[in-house]
């Protein structure tokens, strides 16, 4: 059995048996190499850097997520062009920045630390006025660098053809977008001043999407899941009501995932931090069956998705990043507590986003290990292509 066919059969059945061994959003590599990990040989700096390293050492089949990850299909669904860097102030202790989508930044730093605190200042987008030139000069749908040039494409394409892994494809974002362009404070005025704009931006959006996305699921085979970025909630709920939801976004995604399936999509994950409930119903209304990252500290429980939605979902996530920094006690209790919703089918237990620097080394690799254990988790060998 290949990893291709063991995801397959993850998320037509469900079995824990079928579960796959995809990596944590691993990041403090420096602090680890300093806490005694072996740092990486120098074929890495031709052979995908310190993230396919992590892989590696860890025998992980891949890492996923919205815009970044393994087997990823290197399109662009964003903005594009993007806007010029620009540093506009820079000291000891912060550097104020436009960056590419057009966000005024200013973001401080932290000493020895790979963490930074970030404040957005001004944003490119400030509504329907605006809409217009910004649609025209930065979301040009033709771009020739939304993919590779053709020589690249071509090598990933026959790659793909023969492939015995799973490769993704971003589906885009909706909410997300907007709230990058905007602030959260600007979509939220939308919503309520100029709905007709919003759901005019949103259909936008969403043929934007398909037209770009036309190409890589026509030529690539097959694709294994598309996935969505929104990080529309919060610790307690979502920034928009669902009834805003309901009015703005889910045509949006009831298209672009229609669009998606009828070209051999086989399924649809979301991205979203915070308090996901009040909106999972929407998603999966809009075409949506994965959610991941589940965040612990937002009260998201894997077991409790479970019990509710069963077969209908499918999770990733889930594990408390501040359990892994306390130790192996707490490490025990919170794989047991995981072990729970595994059984229920459908659910790969992940460290609930990034891993902080306060994770130390020794630490994750006794949760490494134990979740091995406990699941019984071994990596199925593959010629996964990291170079897509």
Not at 170 to 196: I, K, Q, T
Not at 363 to 384: I, T
Request: aromatic share 14%; with cysteine.
């Amino acid at each position: 059995m290949t990893q291709r066919e063991r995801y397959h059969r993850f998320i037509k059945d469900q079995r824990p048996e079928d579960m796959p061994l995809w990596g944590d959003w691993v990041g403090p590599y420096d602090a680890w190499v300093r806490q005694g990990m072996p740092p990486a040989p120098e074929k890495y700096e031709k052979k995908g850097g310190a993230g396919q390293y992590l892989l590696d050492y860890f025998g992980f089949e891949g890492k996923y997520s919205a815009f970044w990850g393994s087997a990823r299909l290197p399109v662009n669904t964003g903005i594009m062009p993007g806007f010029d860097h620009e540093v506009l102030e820079k000291n000891e202790n912060y550097i104020i920045y436009r960056n590419y989508e057009g966000m005024i930044v200013k973001e401080m730093s932290h000493k020895d630390s790979t963490l930074v605190t970030q404040q957005y200042i001004d944003h490119a987008l400030h509504g329907s006025s605006d809409w217009p030139a910004f649609r025209d000069r930065h979301l040009v749908t033709d771009h020739p660098g939304r993919y590779p040039d053709d020589e690249r494409w071509g090598r990933i394409v026959q790659l793909c053809k023969h492939r015995d892994w799973i490769v993704t494809v971003d589906g885009g974002s909706f909410y997300g977008y907007l709230r990058n362009w905007m602030s959260v404070e600007g979509v939220s005025l939308a919503m309520c001043e100029e709905p007709e704009w919003v759901c005019e931006a949103v259909d936008f959006l969403a043929d934007h999407f398909i037209k770009i996305l036309t190409r890589a699921v026509t030529e690539v085979p097959d694709v294994d899941m598309a996935m969505f970025w929104e990080d529309m909630c919060f610790k307690t709920g979502p920034l928009c009501s669902p009834a805003m939801f309901e009015r703005f976004f889910l045509p949006g995604y009831k298209k672009v995932t229609k669009f998606l399936r009828e070209h051999g999509v086989a399924s649809f994950w979301v991205d979203c931090d915070g308090n996901i409930d009040r909106l999972i119903d929407l998603w999966i209304a809009g075409g949506v069956n994965g959610f991941y990252p589940l965040e612990r500290a937002s009260g998201m429980d894997a077991y409790a998705l479970k019990q509710k939605y069963k077969d209908r979902i499918l999770l990733w996530g889930g594990i408390d990043k501040r359990a892994i920094a306390a130790g192996p006690e707490a490490i025990e209790g919170e794989l047991l507590h995981a072990r729970k919703a595994v059984e229920l089918g459908g659910y790969i237990p992940l460290v609930d986003h990034g891993v902080p620097d306060d994770v130390g080394f020794e630490n994750f690799c006794h949760y490494d290990r134990r979740r091995k254990e406990m699941f019984g988790l071994e990596p199925l060998p593959s010629n996964n292509a990291f170079e897509l």
